[in-house]
């Protein structure tokens, strides 16, 4: 079955970097594009980043334009998010998501703190 496993969250100070991972497996990874979202706490869950299957084509949100990087190694069936510059409300959980046929399925999430 579809697994995403995500890790590299954690507590980091305003203007600090941090690069979360997602572990892929029970699909074809180099044949899936795949997205990295957010939910912070009393908002709705918002896509960050998407790739598609080549790493050639990326989409970032507006609000990490130029500050985030989305990134794939299809030979670890991995996807990573560089994260640079974080402010406070960039503090989320960050979920990695795949669709595949027909399903969205998601990980369950590694929590992001941008604090001082």
């Known amino acids: 079955q579809v697994q995403l496993v995500e890790s590299g969250g954690g507590l980091v100070q305003p203007g600090g970097s941090l690069r979360l991972s997602c572990a892929a497996s029970g699909f074809s990874f180099s044949a899936a594009a795949m997205s990295w979202y957010r939910q912070a706490p009393g908002k709705e869950r918002e896509r960050v980043a998407r790739i598609n299957i080549l790493g050639i084509s990326t989409n970032l949100a507006d609000s990490v334009k130029g500050r985030f990087t989305i990134s794939r190694d299809n030979a670890k069936n991995t996807v990573y998010l560089q994260m640079n510059s974080l402010k406070p409300e960039d503090t989320a959980v960050y979920y990695c998501?795949?669709?595949?046929?027909?399903?969205?399925?998601w990980g369950k999430g590694t929590l992001v703190t941008v604090s001082s």
């Open positions: 998501n795949v669709w595949r046929e027909g399903m969205d399925y």
